[in-house]
């Protein structure tokens, strides 16, 4: 249910207690939930995938260095994340504060870019997932023609060309089913994923460790190749826009803000807690993956398991197979998910057609929303190269980071005496450092990639003021 209609018509201050009782949920969920919520969403293909190609193709053994790069912008916004959502303690995302303080058109900016997060989130995941299910398979002397397992046009080992990549697209498609007939994680299910996700990655780093060869570190930068981005401190930089992926999700704690015990103490917890033990997990795993393999080494769909492989203890390699597909399910269910969730908000508020939020009368799920955007999503990974889906997804939630920290500073100035549970410290200059290092970050991103970006929000705009807008003013809270 999308409440931002409610609240925009309240004055700002009256917002807190406002939440009418036939739409509240049960709070039960503490902080310890809300980190794991966390990590439930954030752990996933970033890891698990592009931390092989982006130390292969982009920063070498620096790839330590993207990480910490990528987490300090997160750190920047995920206090400015904080503040919002304790300031707005209902049910939603990003697209629902907007709405609810900074107007229409800045909300449906960042709900339209959301849609892109999220859809290409959930399609990079998939085709992380079909790369280690497609190693799995192989273990078992199963092979898949490759050409089935590979993008449009991707050029292969033996010379041929891929065409579709078929278990990215069917693992869209079931979970697309479980969306539509509405099983959605339940706090217990997360719980059970994040262990078996955190047994295998502390497994890889409790064998990985005493097998480090610190040969493989040097030269830590390698030397740039000559084209910007390939190594050499551009590369690191290029390296953390793509790593960045690997913290994408930190914010899906504060959609749910509506069922925290204590949201204003709890909610930053809950972020900064899991954004912070992410952090270093990625740092460790990332430096002992490169120590044990050569980064020439990991361009691979798996390699985490190459990793293992190296160890040579091929049933540890089995066991982060099935982690890592375990896993990324997971995180590909809350980031469809999330998708299916703000697309039906923004139809509930009329900037989208009223037929995405019509709601299954025996499932009660978004169920048009969630199939039409399943085949996109389904396409989207079948069609396209993990590396190009996962910049695009970078480049997208870099630009709503910059929005939601310009919004910080805009509210503070337009609404000083809000009550705010949480205040990110230092403002303007902490959400100045978000703006400053999202962009220094989206600099390292290739032209193409902005293009898109700037292609996707065009269209969006055009769609914004030739029917959105109209639409909105006559929508109703239902
Ligand atoms: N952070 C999530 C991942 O790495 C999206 O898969």
Wanted: aromatic content about 12%; hydrophobic content about 50%; glycine content about 10%.
């Amino acid at each position: 249910m999308s409440f931002a209609k409610y609240f925009i018509k309240k004055p700002i201050g009256e917002l807190h207690e406002e939440i009418p009782t036939e739409y509240s949920l049960k709070r039960v969920l503490g902080p310890i939930n809300l980190v794991n919520i966390g990590v439930g969403s954030i752990i996933g293909a970033g890891i698990f995938v592009l931390t092989g190609t982006a130390a292969a193709t982009h920063a070498g053994p620096a790839i330590v260095l993207s990480f910490i790069l990528g987490g300090i912008v997160c750190a920047f916004a995920g206090l400015c994340y904080s503040e919002l959502a304790s300031l707005i303690p209902i049910s939603g995302s990003a697209y629902s504060y907007a709405y609810a303080t900074l107007g229409e058109l800045i909300a449906w900016i960042i709900g339209w870019d959301l849609i892109l997060e999220y859809t290409l989130g959930s399609a990079t995941v998939a085709v992380g997932w079909g790369g280690y299910v497609v190693s799995l398979l192989k273990d078992l002397h199963l092979v898949i023609p490759p050409q089935f397992t590979a993008p449009l046009g991707a050029k292969l080992a033996d010379g041929t060309t891929g065409f579709f990549n078929l278990p990215a697209f069917l693992i869209v498609m079931a979970i697309t089913v479980l969306l539509v007939i509405g099983i959605r994680e339940s706090a217990k299910f997360n719980n059970a994923i994040v262990f078996v996700k955190l047994l295998v990655i502390f497994a890889f780093l409790f064998f990985g460790v005493s097998h480090i060869n610190f040969a493989n570190w040097y030269p830590f930068i390698p030397k740039n190749t000559g084209k910007m981005g390939d190594f050499g401190p551009s590369g690191v930089v290029t390296g953390a826009a793509v790593v960045f992926f690997s913290y994408i999700g930190f914010d899906a704690v504060s959609t749910a803000a509506q069922e925290a015990k204590n949201p204003r103490r709890d909610m930053p917890i809950g972020i900064l807690g899991s954004l912070f033990f992410c952090t270093l997990l990625y740092i460790l795993v990332s430096g002992t993956l490169t120590g044990v393999v050569n980064y020439h080494d990991l361009n691979v769909p798996d390699p985490i398991a190459v990793g293992v492989n190296k160890i040579g203890m091929p049933w540890l390699a089995l066991l982060v197979k099935i982690g890592a597909i375990l896993g990324l399910s997971s995180v590909i269910l809350v980031l469809f998910y999330g998708q299916t969730r703000v697309s039906y908000a923004m139809a509930l508020d009329g900037l989208m057609p009223k037929f995405l939020g019509k709601v299954h009368k025996r499932f009660h799920t978004p169920y048009i929303t969630t199939i039409i955007f399943g085949f996109l999503i389904a396409f989207a990974a079948a069609l396209t190269p993990i590396g190009k889906l996962g910049e695009m997804v970078s480049i997208g939630t870099l630009f709503a980071f910059i929005i939601v920290c310009a919004g910080v500073i805009y509210l503070r100035m337009k609404q000083p005496d809000l009550p705010r549970a949480f205040r990110c410290p230092l403002v303007p200059w902490v959400p100045i450092g978000g703006i400053v290092s999202s962009l220094y970050l989206m600099s390292g991103l290739p032209l193409d990639t902005w293009m898109r970006l700037i292609i996707w929000l065009i269209i969006g705009l055009v769609i914004y003021f030739t029917y959105g807008h109209k639409n909105t003013k006559a929508g109703v809270i239902t």
